[in-house]
């Protein structure tokens, strides 16, 4: 189709500006406000915004095992240095998962709410 932007990514979230605010500790996007949500901008074109929960939020298995909760995406985000963006990330709050896959192209963390996400070499 012609014309398809992504115009926000939305995340239910247990507390939502604490999440914002742990995100743009890790990639130094501005918090901002978005359908009165904590949000995040990043260069004008995207935001990723993090919606209150009005249900139990149960985080993901990771690694991940059959017949318990599944992650149902995360973000991939490119760092110049790995091992020092992992120990940023731990001392906004992040925690290093044992399992990891990536060798020396990326490290798994869990965000403070369980969801993993990934600091990749560029």
Same mark, same amino acid.
């Not at 115009?7 to 996007?29: E, H, Q």
């Not at 909760?69 to 709050?93: N, R, T, W, Y």
């Given at each position: 189709? *012609?014309?398809?932007?992504?115009?926000?990514?939305?995340?239910?979230?247990?507390n939502p500006?604490?999440l914002?605010?742990?995100?743009?500790?890790?990639?130094? @996007?501005?918090?901002? #406000?978005? @359908?009165?949500?904590?949000?995040? *901008? &990043?260069?004008?074109? !995207? +935001?990723?915004?993090?919606?209150?929960?009005d249900?139990d939020?149960i985080?993901? +298995? @990771? $690694? /991940?095992?059959?017949?318990? %909760? %599944?992650?149902?995406m995360? &973000?991939? &985000?490119e760092?110049?240095?790995? $091992?020092?963006?992992? %120990?940023?990330?731990?001392?906004?709050?992040? #925690?290093?998962p /044992?399992?990891?896959?990536?060798g /020396?192209q @990326?490290? #798994? !963390?869990?965000? $403070? /709410?369980?969801?993993? &996400?990934? !600091?990749?070499?560029?």
């Amino acid at each position: 189709m *012609a014309g398809v932007n992504i115009g926000s990514i939305a995340i239910d979230s247990v507390n939502p500006k604490k999440l914002r605010d742990f995100y743009a500790g890790v990639t130094g @996007w501005e918090p901002a #406000t978005f @359908w009165g949500s904590p949000a995040l *901008a &990043f260069g004008g074109k !995207l +935001v990723v915004v993090f919606i209150p929960c009005d249900f139990d939020y149960i985080p993901p +298995v @990771w $690694p /991940e095992e059959p017949g318990q %909760q %599944q992650k149902q995406m995360h &973000f991939d &985000f490119e760092v110049d240095d790995v $091992p020092s963006a992992v %120990q940023d990330a731990i001392a906004l709050g992040a #925690t290093k998962p /044992e399992s990891q896959y990536g060798g /020396e192209q @990326w490290v #798994t !963390l869990l965000d $403070p /709410e369980g969801r993993p &996400f990934c !600091l990749c070499a560029k």
